[in-house]
């Protein structure tokens, strides 16, 4: 099967069941709003985390699932994002002296960058700034001069290593390998507290609806079509007069921003951000998220993205080298055998259900191709 | 009389090699111009350069008058009004036709337009206008991969006239049609000269006998001759080099 | 004077390496439009070969020791060839034409071939005993050392180019992957048998990249992550050197080689990448199909 077959049978699907996604998508919210009525609170806490992964996931999936571009580098934003955040409960926890990272390295007072975020607010807006910002500036200097496809990809993995190589490497200012850590309290609630972790899972869960209700408006609207078509014929879109680079920069922004956000989410629920998080294999595991769920539809990369994560805390706390063997397979089976992911089986499935081969659909769509 | 395009001693290299070689003609409003000759004379690189799919090496070509396009680039230039399709029907093969003929149809291809605007009614007139037209409007819903391949040839056709454009550019708009379909196809050409210049590339002498106001002759990357068909088909030279020297004419002379 | 000689000598060996390492690569992307994550795994395969070998030696006569990293170039050569050859017969022929699904397909094989490693040879590094023979080294003057086991790696990357030019421009064999490289349907009607071809040609570079992962056992500790430690740098290779040509990737391998350590040394490690990302970014501004590229002439491809 070649790609292009690949996105054929793909666009179909998607047209046959728009309106049901938004349906799913609720049926899984209200999953979720009362989920935490039958789990303790780690398991809500953790769910929280798979949360915040899923919306990072949506953002991932505009950039590649519908817009053709993989980016093996959507860590750093992510990263990006939840250390803004962390930088804040930090300086948070200090009480106004200098975070106990700093002083081991013999810092003697707070570097000018980090003084911004003893403000929350500041610091919630600038974990979605500055992957907006260090996108633009990526995206700018590479779709503008064409840079596409395979070479893109490898240049946004070369992020990934850049970025956790500089933050390990920057121990003074980034806290190093242990990252930051060690918080106390959010605009003053202890994060211990239950009541906090219940509020932020609810946060998470509102911000993952907002993220998803955008998004969908977004693939709706003209410029969705825009993205299909530059994912399909990039010089196509180019000779219809429209320059793909102003929609590649803008859906890379856009994706870096969810990232960044997902990242700001992130932090307060797990409570430790290290370069870890961001180098290639986390950020390659988030495609497989999207794979794995279905790309080119929003609510495969949620589903996606939950169903990985749940899956991996329940084998990789007890048998982590299963946890290698299933994921690499995962790639494989997945790219190989079901390219639009549990989305695309269930579509797949839904459909035979319903209508029994069609003799006379069968042949037309045999001479098409 | 008017000219809508000027070719100024027009050269493009590929790696040393001359596609085209000092190219000056004239294009003039209304005309269907055609440009034949055998595979490798240049003329798709021609067309390549008047949409600024390749960047000449030197020379000039203005449109309108005074907007050199040679320095725009190729989205610029479709905005400018020139318009192209290319030999392969290129068409979004995951979207309806209707979807296809929307994204042409729109004249502010701005990120704010597209996330924020939607069709207007005069849009949606016009598109509807042109699918009957090109005798789609019944498969507008369809995806282009259930049409055949003279529909998807029309499609493209289709798009370009959504594009309003004042000067069309076609790589071989009837390759692998039919007879009939090549009428219909002409018929289709001359219905769009009414408001727009057409240049042709084309090996179909028939329809190049039908259909053309004015045929140029491309040989190694240079005018060889331009004038009317018949003028053309007495040029000693022309019939050497092209039409009776088993090029692709010679069993339609 | 002699430090930056130094420098420059040892951006030339780190070079060599990347490009032996990205030979096979440049040439399966050229040639299949596949993007194999994997390959990183074959250099592991190849320092495994080379740490295996020299446990057997271990139970024979001392004088025979030095003998067994001559042996160990040609099977690390042939086991990785011969992985390459089943994972190309096994899940990349299926990936024709797709490279960014190839991408993750291959990456996924890649956690595999690790965590086997880890499961086979444990998760801590192991350390292969360089022969006798390559201790010391060629002394220029005072204080400025070339140490053999650089001379030799850079000798034998010399030696790998120069067989691979030969294999593609001077052989049956070569032309056939040409021809499939260039054009593939007219190669196909010619009567090749491109398939045949794919395959013998990833099982080749995937064997370079195991003489890499032999070469990389004379410089350190060897352990299951040491592809990944190479694979985006070689990736670099080919992206700036354009893929498939040998011209592209020796050129990228020393750009990138050399950038990389003359930067680190004059910044430190973690700035030193970021500099050498901005000059691949920057260079790519020039030529965003690599420097060497091959251009196409079809509208979308």
């Known amino acids: 099967m070649t790609e292009a077959n690949v996105r054929n049978s793909r666009f179909d699907l998607r047209r046959l069941t728009k309106s049901k996604e938004l349906l799913v998508f609720a049926f899984l919210i209200l999953l979720l709003v009362f989920a935490p009525l039958f789990l303790s609170i780690f398991r809500v806490n953790l769910l929280g985390k798979f949360i915040a992964y899923a919306i990072l996931a949506i953002g991932l999936d505009l950039i590649w699932g519908f817009t053709g571009i993989l980016s093996l580098g959507h860590g750093v934003f992510f990263g990006l994002g939840a250390y803004c955040m962390a930088m804040y409960l930090k300086l948070e926890a200090a009480q106004g002296k200098l975070p106990d990272f700093m002083s081991w390295s013999g810092l003697e007072s707070l570097p000018w960058f980090w003084k911004p975020f003893t403000n929350s607010a500041l610091a919630i807006v600038m974990a979605i700034l500055i992957p907006t910002g260090l996108a633009f500036v990526i995206g700018f200097f590479t779709f503008k001069n064409r840079i596409r496809g395979v070479y893109f990809s490898i240049l946004s993995q070369a992020l990934a290593i850049i970025f956790s190589v500089l933050f390990v490497g920057q121990q003074a200012y980034t806290g190093g390998t242990n990252g930051l850590t060690n918080y106390r309290s959010i605009m003053g609630f202890s994060l211990s507290s239950d009541t906090t972790k219940l509020t932020l899972y609810y946060i998470s869960l509102a911000l993952l609806v907002v993220t998803y209700l955008f998004c969908n408006f977004l693939v709706k609207r003209r410029i969705g079509r825009i993205l299909v078509a530059i994912r399909d014929g990039e010089n196509r879109v180019r000779f219809s007069g429209y320059n793909p680079a102003t929609y590649k920069i803008f859906v890379y922004c856009l994706s870096a921003a969810i990232a960044g956000l997902a990242g700001a989410v992130f932090v307060p629920q797990v409570g430790i951000i290290s370069p870890a998080e961001m180098g290639i294999v986390p950020s390659i595991e988030m495609v497989i998220w999207v794979a794995i769920g279905g790309r080119g539809t929003l609510i495969g990369a949620v589903i996606g993205a939950i169903l990985v994560n749940a899956l991996k805390s329940g084998i990789s706390d007890s048998f982590p080298d299963v946890w290698s063997y299933f994921i690499g397979l995962a790639f494989v089976f997945v790219v190989l055998l079901m390219p639009q992911g549990i989305v695309g089986l269930v579509k797949e499935m839904a459909r035979r259900f319903k209508q029994p081969p069609n003799h006379t659909e069968h042949l037309s769509t045999d001479k098409a191709a | ?253 | 004077m002699g430090t930056y000689l130094l420098q420059i000598f040892n951006g030339i060996s780190v070079s060599s390496i990347l490009i032996l390492a990205a030979l096979g690569l440049a040439i399966t992307f050229g040639l299949m439009k596949i993007i194999n994550m994997a390959h990183g795994e074959f250099i592991m395969i190849g320092a495994y070969v080379t740490y295996l070998m020299q446990n057997q030696f271990l139970h024979l006569p001392k004088s025979l020791f030095g003998l067994y990293f001559l042996l160990a170039i040609p099977a690390s050569f042939i086991v990785s060839g011969l992985v390459g050859f089943v994972l190309e017969r096994t899940v990349i022929r299926h990936l024709y034409n797709r490279p960014l699904d190839s991408l993750l397909a291959t990456w996924g094989v890649s956690l595999v071939l690790q965590q086997l490693a880890r499961n086979i040879f444990g998760a801590p590094n192991v350390d292969v005993k360089s022969p006798g023979w390559l201790d010391g080294g060629l002394v220029l003057s005072q204080g400025l050392q070339l140490p053999y086991k650089r001379l030799f790696i850079i000798a034998l990357v010399i030696v790998c180019l120069l067989s691979m030019f030969l294999l593609l421009y001077k052989s049956k064999t070569g032309r056939r992957i040409r021809a499939v490289m260039q054009n593939r349907e007219m190669a196909e009607s010619m009567g090749i048998n491109t398939r045949r071809v794919d395959a013998y040609t990833f099982a080749i570079g995937s064997g370079f990249a195991g003489i890499a992962g032999c070469a990389l056992t004379l410089l350190g500790s060897i352990g299951s992550t040491l592809g990944t430690n190479y694979i985006v740098d070689t990736f670099m290779v080919v992206v700036l050197g354009g893929v498939g040509t040998l011209v592209g990737t020796a050129a990228g391998g020393l750009l990138i080689g050399t950038a990389n350590t003359t930067l680190e040394f004059l910044t430190n490690a973690s700035l030193g990448k970021v500099l050498v990302f901005i000059l691949i970014i920057t260079l790519l501004q020039w030529r965003p199909n690599g420097l060497f590229n091959i251009s196409s002439r079809s509208l979308d491809d």
């Open chain 2, 1 to 253: 009389m008017d000219s809508i395009l000027q070719i100024d001693n027009l050269t493009v290299s590929f790696n040393g090699f001359r596609a085209v070689n000092h190219v000056k003609t004239e294009i003039e409003k209304g005309e269907i111009r055609f440009f034949i000759g055998p595979n490798g004379a240049g003329k798709t690189t021609l067309l390549d350069a008047i949409c600024g799919r390749v960047k000449p090496q030197s020379g000039q070509v203005l449109f309108s008058g005074n907007l050199d396009v040679t320095r725009y680039s190729e989205h610029e230039i479709v905005n400018i009004g020139i318009g192209r399709k290319f030999q392969v029907p290129s068409v979004f093969a995951h979207m309806s036709v209707y979807e296809n003929m929307e994204l042409a149809v729109v004249k502010d291809r701005s990120l704010y337009s597209s996330i924020f605007h939607k069709l207007n009614n005069e849009q949606r007139e016009r598109i509807e206008d042109i699918l009957v037209t090109i005798g789609l409007y019944e498969k507008r819903l369809n995806t282009p991969k259930a049409l055949s391949h003279g529909e998807k040839q029309w499609l493209e056709i289709g798009m370009l006239l959504a594009q309003e454009p004042k000067l069309m550019l076609l790589d071989e708009p009837v390759a692998g049609m039919g007879r009939s379909e090549t009428d219909v196809t002409g018929k289709l050409l001359e219905k769009i000269a009414r408001n727009c210049t057409i240049i042709v590339v084309e090996h179909d002498m028939e329809f190049v006998k039908d259909y053309a106001t004015k045929v140029t002759v491309l040989h190694e990357g240079a005018i060889l001759d331009e004038g009317s068909v018949s003028e053309v088909q007495s040029n000693q030279k022309v019939i050497d080099v092209y039409l009776g020297r088993g090029g692709e004419g010679e069993c339609l002379m």
